[in-house]
């Protein structure tokens, strides 16, 4: 039986804690929060990231629990939408996917699914790694120290595991001059089947997406800035950070900057990417945004995350123990998926918060354009990222009946 432990139970945590425990394996997940952090606006689920989900069984749960979006829409200052999106957008490849599911519903899924099988351990976090030929020891900081075969970081783009084991962050971050926040409001708005995203001069965007309970809505603030100096724990003043950034701002958002304050689910970072040349030294890999966020700019976090806990148990399984192998297999399958997933939508941070107001209205004249251009279809191509994997078959991963 091989050990394994994950260090962070999140989508990534969560989806590799599903397959290694289908394969077989005993696997203790350690998540520094004191429950599953449910946070977070819609992901989608699309491309090969839905194929995972439906080999795991769960693509019916999740089309149940799905929200009813049906597309995204560029709004004026007074409300106005003046560029559509819908969710057909281009065959498909817009910001709104086949399948959107709440990232918080997501790992309730996951979490459920783990059944009884693996032992999670709340309110802990790993703080020493130290590694054998034959096994890992781990220190932790509330429990008591405990030896496995392998450990697995899914803790997220600030992983400890990977300053522990790899290096210090600044070797493998790329910052895109970007913020995002991201909470629940109390649906004073209005929303509800369309997302609205109002882009102000200045690099900076306010939107608001529907939620699965119509009396929510989920709030976006994105700003362009230098890197910033806070404490990654201290929720008051990265929330006084953004008041600062918006004040006086329009639209919905003194709404908005209201109902922040109150926001207990409020989610604030650096738009980050992590690149690596390894995701793995001896017995200890790295999963999801620990070894290869694209930054929420990006996109498909989540579906880098699934499809990369099914590649590593898959070949951990398949490579009947010999985790050099199975590492190896583990970048080799999924190396060029994460490369294009690096790749930023068209026009990168000036797309996602233009500067000016010029353009702002050249942006929105581009997306009304898009869909007649004759090339319109080499454009969908290139932005369709969610299917450049091919999934291969394991033992086992096709979904029980
Ligand atoms: C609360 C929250 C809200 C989010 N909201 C959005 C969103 O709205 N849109 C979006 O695009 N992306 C969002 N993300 C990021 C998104 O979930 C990821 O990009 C993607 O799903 C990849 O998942 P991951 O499991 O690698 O990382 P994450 O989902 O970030 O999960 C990492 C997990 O590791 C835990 N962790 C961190 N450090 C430690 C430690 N030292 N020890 C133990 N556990 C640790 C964290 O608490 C977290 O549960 C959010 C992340 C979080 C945590």
Redesign the pocket.
């Known amino acids: 039986m091989t050990n394994v432990l994950i ?7 969560t989806a590799l804690a599903y397959w290694l425990h289908r394969y077989g394996f005993t696997v203790t997940v ?4 004191p429950a ?2 449910l ?3 819609t ?1 989608d689920l699309r491309g090969a990231a839905r194929e995972v989900v439906e080999r795991m069984g769960l693509l019916q749960d999740a089309r149940r629990v799905a929200v009813d979006s049906k597309g995204m829409s560029y709004v004026n200052a007074a409300g106005r939408r003046v560029a559509d999106m819908p969710a057909s957008f281009l065959g498909g490849v817009g910001v709104v996917g086949e399948v959107e599911i709440l ?1 918080g519903d997501l790992i309730e899924l996951l979490h459920g699914a783990t059944g009884d099988g693996t032992e999670y351990v709340f309110d ?3 703080t020493e790694v130290t590694q054998t030929a034959e096994n890992v020891r781990v220190a932790f900081e509330r429990s008591a120290p405990r030896v496995f075969d392998l450990v697995v970081g ?7 595991t990977r300053s522990l084991v790899f290096g210090p962050e600044s070797r493998f971050r790329r910052d895109l001059g970007c913020y995002t926040a ?1 909470f629940t409001a109390r649906n004073v708005f209005g929303i509800q089947d369309w997302e609205l995203f109002h882009n102000m001069p200045g690099q900076k965007l306010a939107a608001l997406r529907p939620s699965r309970r119509p009396e929510d809505a989920k709030v976006l603030f994105g700003f362009a800035s230098k890197p910033l100096e806070y404490d990654h724990r201290d929720q008051r003043r990265q929330k006084e950070l953004v008041a600062e950034v918006f004040a006086g701002a329009g639209w919905h958002v003194p709404a908005m900057l209201r109902e922040m304050e109150a926001a207990t ?1 409020f ?1 604030f970072d650096s738009a980050t990417q992590i690149v690596m040349d390894s995701w793995s030294h001896g017995r200890v890999a790295l ?4 070894g290869f ?1 694209p930054s ?1 700019l990006g ?1 498909n ?2 579906g ?2 699934l499809v990369g806990a099914y590649v590593l148990a898959g070949e951990l399984a398949a490579a009947g123990g010999d985790h050099t192998a199975a590492f190896a297999a583990y970048e080799r399958e999924m190396r060029d998926f994460v490369r294009q997933n690096h790749q930023l939508p068209p026009g990168g941070v000036n797309g996602f918060v233009p500067k000016s107001r010029t353009a702002i209205r050249m942006r929105d004249l581009s997306i009304r354009l898009m869909p007649h251009l004759p090339w319109a279809g080499l454009i969908a191509k290139a932005m369709n990222r969610a299917d450049a994997v091919t999934l291969k078959d394991y033992p086992y991963s096709r979904a029980r009946a």
Request: hydrophobic fraction near 30%.
């Open positions: 260090s962070g139970g999140g989508v990534a945590g350690v998540e520094r929060a599953p952090r946070g977070g606006h992901v990232r802990d976090t790993i899914a803790d997220g783009t600030h992983s400890l991201y689910d989610y999963l999801g945004d620990a966020s929420p996109g976090g989540t880098l995350a």
